[in-house]
């Protein structure tokens, strides 16, 4: 049992950190590369048109995998900035911090497709749908995060201060999802289930799954390689830097 | 234990009394809250139907600024001039010290809101009802308000451009007040029971009286060391 | 080609979705290699200036 906590805060110290993500991130990120395309290729080529959205249902491959990615990165990125919180975990702290752009521009990329989803299935490019609205509120919390950790110089105080405004939000989360959920179904406004589609078809499904790997290994490789950036511009003082970065020059 | 209750009180009046010295400070809250409702009807029209059915959405969210607009206030001026260091070196538990604050700021803020809430509420064409169900809402909302407020006004203390920030990082977090407050008042309007709206209320101003002082707490100790 | 393009007719709503999440994904990409770029440059001088001054380096130069 000790001998595993040795080992965990090993992984955990910084240097260590830096190594590791530094060979990791370029396999998550041809993952995420052979991923794309094999998805796109079953997504595009192999899946038929839908009977009745035609074409446009394709748009749910990349929809659906990014509106899932914003979700799960803010509850990560909480996770993440508790345990930096709670156990000052240097690098934990790092990575809550280089989650919250990709989730952000996932959340982004969630409402902008779901937008042109809309369009022709919905007749309008925006609709206060309890999932569209959620999302544009997650964006805004991501926002709000990223605001909080730039607004304040010290780096120690700004991990901390914003760990505190992404639990807030986190156990907000649900709670204005289903407020959302519930506002909406009062209001009787448009809540087409485009996404629970009854019979998927394998095909379909399969793309779908694909997309969504890809997203998590481009999410991965994205934050490990922001991670490390974040990382030498808190430690640049450290021995450890000045060391492999003496060795490149 | 007499002595935690002897320091909460003292805290409490000390606020009071702060306030009373500073009055135009909670009036231009509420002057603020009265300005922009009343701007409404000159935005859309007059139309005494479309006022009313636009009424709960445009009270809830004037009371959503106009304590916005408070909050910034709210730690900054202990923190300035060191009695925030007081009360975070004071053996009291912070939390309930906190706790103490808030209710002193929604006694200053929250509370003129609800009260001339009905006032507002006959300007746009609300029944008697209705009106009850709006100051039922608020009453149980605006705590709401000021707690989770209190986390963004710990959150940016000391900060430059402060004020703004609270905004962005806290009106996201005010999404189900707003949702469950103006939807009580509707429910009544269109003739169902706002039992279930203010329920709602009530237990999320329970939740939110549980979680929001250990943050707040958190967050004053991050910021003032 | 041109019948796949089209996408029965929702090719702008098709494209426009995986054409805006590429450009989006590949910005971001971009912005992380320049910005290790700027920082290796910075690193590198700050280790230099260690060799070669054997004094602690200034962390904001």
């Given at each position: 049992m000790a001998e595993q906590r040795v080992q965990w805060f090993k992984f955990a110290s910084p240097p260590n950190f830096y190594d590791l993500a530094g060979r990791l991130a370029p396999w998550f990120g041809g993952l995420a590369a052979i991923l794309f395309v094999v998805g796109l290729y079953v997504g595009f080529v192999?899946?038929?048109?839908?009977?009745?959205?035609?074409?446009?249902?394709?748009?749910?491959?990349?929809?659906?995998?990014?509106?899932?990615?914003s979700m799960f990165l803010y509850v990560l990125?909480?996770?993440?900035?508790?345990?930096?919180?709670?156990?000052?975990?240097?690098?934990?702290?790092?990575?809550?911090?280089?989650?919250?752009?990709?989730?952000?521009?996932?959340?982004?990329?969630?409402?902008?497709?779901?937008?042109?989803?809309?369009?022709?299935?919905?007749?309008?490019?925006?609709?206060?749908?309890?999932?569209?609205?959620?999302?544009?509120?997650?964006?805004?919390?991501?926002l709000g995060y990223m605001a909080l950790h730039a607004a304040i110089e010290d780096r120690q105080r700004a991990a901390n201060a914003s760990a505190?405004?992404?639990?807030?939000?986190?156990?907000?989360?649900?709670?204005?999802?289903?407020?959302?959920?519930?506002?909406?179904?009062?209001?009787?406004?448009?809540?087409?289930?485009?996404?629970?589609?009854?019979?998927?078809?394998?095909?379909?499904?399969?793309?779908?799954?694909?997309?969504?790997?890809?997203?998590?290994?481009?999410?991965?490789?994205v934050v490990l390689w922001r991670a490390r950036l974040e990382l030498l511009e808190r430690e640049r003082r450290a021995a450890w830097v000045l060391e492999r970065m003496g060795e490149k020059a | 234990m007499n002595g935690l209750a002897t320091a909460l009180f003292t805290l409490l009046r000390r606020d009071l009394i702060l306030a009373l010295r500073r009055?135009?400070?909670?009036?231009?809250?509420?002057?603020?809250?009265?300005?922009?409702?009343?701007?409404?009807?000159?935005?859309?029209?007059?139309?005494?139907?479309?006022?009313r059915s636009m009424a709960p959405g445009v009270l809830w969210v004037s009371a959503l600024l106009a304590t916005m607009l408070s909050l910034e206030r709210l730690f900054s001026d202990d923190?300035?001039?060191?009695?925030?260091?007081?009360?975070?070196?004071?053996?009291?538990?912070?939390?309930?010290?906190?706790?103490?604050?808030?209710?002193?700021?929604?006694?200053?803020?929250?509370?003129?809101?609800?009260?001339?809430?009905?006032?507002?509420?006959?300007?746009?064409?609300?029944?008697?009802?209705?009106?009850?169900?709006?100051?039922?809402?608020?009453?149980?909302?605006?705590?709401?308000?000021?707690?989770?407020?209190?986390?963004?006004?710990?959150?940016?203390?000391?900060?430059?451009?402060?004020?703004v920030l609270i905004s962005l990082l806290i009106l996201p977090l005010y999404v189900p007040a707003l949702v469950l407050g103006a939807g009580a008042v509707d429910a009544v309007m269109y003739g169902s029971s706002a039992q279930a709206h203010l329920s709602l209320m009530a237990a999320l101003l329970i939740l939110t009286l549980l979680l929001a002082p250990w943050a707040i707490a958190a967050a004053l100790r991050i910021m003032s060391d | 080609m041109i019948e796949f393009l089209a996408m029965g007719g929702h090719g702008p709503y098709v494209w426009g979705s995986y054409g805006v999440a590429l450009v989006v994904l590949v910005a971001e990409l971009v912005l992380l290699s320049r910005r290790r770029t700027a920082m290796n440059r910075r690193l590198a001088r700050l280790a230099r200036l260690n060799r070669e001054n054997g004094a602690e380096p200034s962390p904001d130069s």
């Open positions: 192999l899946a038929p048109p839908d009977y009745q959205q035609g074409n446009s249902y394709r748009i749910m491959f990349i929809h659906v995998p990014t509106a899932w990615m990125m909480a996770v993440y900035a508790a345990i930096g919180l709670i156990w000052r975990v240097k690098t934990a702290e790092v990575m809550a911090k280089a989650i919250a752009p990709t989730g952000a521009l996932f959340t982004f990329l969630a409402l902008w497709t779901g937008a042109l989803w809309g369009k022709p299935t919905w007749g309008t490019y925006w609709v206060w749908d309890a999932r569209l609205t959620s999302e544009l509120i997650l964006l805004f919390l991501y505190i405004l992404a639990l807030a939000g986190v156990v907000n989360v649900p709670i204005i999802y289903f407020s959302v959920v519930w506002w909406n179904t009062l209001h009787q406004g448009a809540s087409i289930t485009v996404t629970s589609a009854p019979t998927m078809e394998t095909v379909m499904f399969s793309a779908l799954m694909l997309m969504t790997f890809a997203c998590w290994m481009y999410a991965i490789a | 009055r135009q400070d909670a009036l231009v809250v509420l002057g603020f809250f009265v300005v922009v409702v009343s701007l409404f009807p000159l935005g859309v029209g007059p139309d005494p139907q479309l006022l923190f300035r001039d060191g009695s925030l260091e007081q009360i975070l070196l004071a053996p009291q538990p912070l939390s309930l010290m906190v706790m103490s604050k808030i209710l002193a700021h929604w006694l200053i803020t929250g509370l003129p809101l609800v009260l001339i809430s009905p006032l507002l509420g006959m300007q746009l064409n609300l029944d008697g009802t209705e009106i009850l169900t709006l100051m039922a809402a608020l009453l149980l909302g605006t705590p709401i308000l000021s707690l989770v407020g209190a986390i963004g006004a710990a959150l940016t203390l000391g900060l430059r451009g402060g004020g | -």
